[in-house]
């Protein structure tokens, strides 16, 4: 049984920093991604990254604030974000998958809620 267990959310001012984990068992995986949903909005794509080459894909609104990294462990990644900003409110979700655009996931997290105040 494929699981995806994310860590590290909460509440930060703006200007400040969160990281991100995620954990996937069951089976690898050769992409893990993230993705946020604030309220009212649709689910987006944050970053994404290849397990095998580290290759990353970043949405236009986190370039140079957020990092996407693999764990030392097998199926673990990390989201360092950095200068956060109120809207970057959200319920982030942790993905996995074999899409080699780094897009297009199969599994999916609980999701952490990250709350940045003003």
């Known amino acids: 049984q494929v699981q995806l267990v994310e860590s590290g959310g909460g509440l930060v001012q703006a200007g400040g920093s969160l990281r991100l984990s995620c954990a996937a068992s069951g089976r690898t995986f050769s992409t893990m991604g993230w993705f946020r949903q604030a309220p009212g909005k649709e689910r987006a794509f944050v970053a994404g990254?290849?397990?095998?080459?580290?290759?990353?894909r970043y949405a236009e609104f986190v370039k140079g604030r957020f990092t996407i990294s693999r764990g030392n462990a097998q199926n673990t990644v990390h989201l360092q974000m950095n200068s956060l900003k109120p809207e970057d409110t959200a319920v982030y979700y942790c993905?996995?998958?074999?899409?080699?655009?780094?897009?297009?996931?199969?599994?999916w997290g609980q999701g952490t809620q990250v709350t940045v105040s003003s």
């Open positions: 993905a996995a998958g074999n899409d080699r655009i780094l897009l297009s996931y199969d599994y």
């Open positions: 990254i290849s397990r095998n080459i580290g290759r990353t």
